[in-house]
């Protein structure tokens, strides 16, 4: 017995965490695909209907700006926050003295909630309390800066704030990924007399290509599930203005009582995601056996 306790006990302590990931997980993500496939509204049904709710979901204005805002967020968010980084790192990379308070400050950021981020921005963003008022209280009575109320601006506080909380984190990684490039071959492009921005560009930068390719995919990861700072930055407003994909699938599942149309959104959710991580999971397993 003691014998059989010794061989088994890893698989006894892994049992409850791994039943529980089956049933919670996956468990519940095979539910929300059958879910998707019936004419369930506000209970559930369980008879499949096929794809009545995708047309319902296409067919919908709603999620029709919630797809256009995730493109328009994801596209600036990512791209800025991954030049933004790369830059930031660039300049810490030339060992400047103030280097660990300075990264320090750019990492903070991070370490805050979403919703505590959200609400910050809310507040400097507020044309009655915010930027506006305090650079009107300078004497400057003609400035205007209200793209939190704006409909047409509004999902582009979204994406300041989000550079804002994230371009701290690509920052440390492009800054480990300039530290771990072989510094013989650096030296080698000075001595052949380099200038240092084609040793960045044509030597270090290249290089990094495993680096950002891991920049990308978080930061594709936290646009497409972003929730919590829409939320508490404009509430998916003005109207549904800067609604995303996660913001509408919680709006039809405990708003609207439209649980068909929450499953099928985020069953959309899910396929992109699997679009994005399992190409990047085929290359890294395909780089180990080779």
């Given at each position: 017995?003691?014998?059989?306790?010794?061989?088994?006990?890893?698989?006894?302590?892994?049992?409850?965490?791994?039943?529980?990931?089956?049933?919670?997980?996956?468990?519940?993500?095979?539910?929300?695909?059958?879910?998707?496939?019936?004419?369930?509204?506000?209970?559930?049904?369980?008879?499949?209907?096929?794809?009545?709710?995708?047309?319902?979901?296409?067919?919908?204005?709603?999620?029709?700006?919630?797809?256009?805002?995730?493109?328009?967020?994801?596209?600036?968010?990512?791209?800025?926050?991954?030049?933004?980084?790369?830059?930031?790192?660039?300049?810490?990379?030339?060992?400047?003295?103030?280097?660990?308070?300075?990264?320090?400050?750019?990492?903070?950021?991070?370490?805050?909630?979403?919703?505590?981020?959200?609400?910050?921005?809310?507040?400097?963003?507020?044309?009655?309390?915010?930027?506006?008022?305090?650079?009107?209280?300078?004497?400057?009575?003609?400035?205007?800066?209200?793209?939190?109320?704006?409909?047409?601006?509004?999902?582009?506080?979204?994406?300041?704030?989000?550079?804002?909380?994230?371009?701290?984190?690509?920052?440390?990684?492009?800054?480990?990924?300039?530290?771990?490039?072989?510094?013989?071959?650096?030296?080698?492009?000075?001595?052949?007399?380099?200038?240092?921005?084609?040793?960045?560009?044509?030597?270090?930068?290249?290089?990094?290509?495993?680096?950002?390719?891991?920049?990308?995919?978080?930061?594709?990861?936290?646009?497409?599930?972003?929730?919590?700072?829409?939320?508490?930055?404009?509430?998916?407003?003005?109207?549904?203005?800067?609604?995303?994909?996660?913001?509408?699938?919680?709006?039809?599942?405990?708003?609207?009582?439209?649980?068909?149309?929450?499953?099928?959104?985020?069953?959309?959710?899910m396929m992109v995601v699997f679009t994005i991580v399992v190409p990047y999971?085929?290359?890294?397993?395909?780089?180990?056996?080779?």
């Amino acid at each position: 017995m003691t014998k059989w306790l010794q061989d088994h006990m890893p698989k006894l302590v892994l049992a409850p965490s791994f039943i529980a990931i089956l049933v919670f997980v996956y468990g519940f993500i095979a539910w929300t695909a059958w879910v998707s496939l019936t004419r369930s509204r506000l209970l559930p049904k369980y008879e499949v209907e096929g794809f009545f709710q995708y047309g319902r979901l296409f067919a919908s204005p709603r999620w029709d700006t919630a797809l256009n805002n995730l493109f328009i967020f994801g596209l600036l968010f990512i791209v800025v926050a991954m030049i933004l980084g790369l830059v930031l790192a660039i300049l810490l990379d030339q060992n400047i003295r103030t280097e660990g308070a300075i990264r320090t400050i750019y990492l903070y950021p991070m370490a805050l909630s979403m919703i505590v981020t959200g609400t910050a921005w809310k507040w400097i963003l507020n044309p009655g309390l915010g930027l506006q008022a305090t650079v009107r209280g300078w004497g400057f009575e003609d400035f205007t800066f209200d793209w939190l109320i704006d409909p047409d601006k509004a999902i582009y506080t979204v994406v300041l704030a989000a550079i804002w909380q994230s371009s701290g984190f690509v920052m440390a990684l492009f800054l480990a990924g300039l530290r771990s490039v072989d510094t013989e071959i650096i030296r080698a492009a000075q001595v052949d007399g380099i200038p240092t921005w084609r040793v960045y560009t044509a030597i270090i930068i290249p290089s990094m290509a495993p680096i950002f390719l891991s920049a990308f995919i978080v930061l594709s990861h936290l646009a497409i599930k972003s929730f919590d700072l829409v939320i508490a930055l404009t509430g998916g407003g003005p109207g549904y203005a800067t609604d995303l994909p996660a913001t509408y699938m919680y709006t039809m599942a405990f708003s609207r009582g439209d649980i068909g149309q929450a499953a099928s959104s985020a069953m959309i959710m899910m396929m992109v995601v699997f679009t994005i991580v399992v190409p990047y999971l085929y290359s890294e397993l395909r780089s180990k056996d080779d």
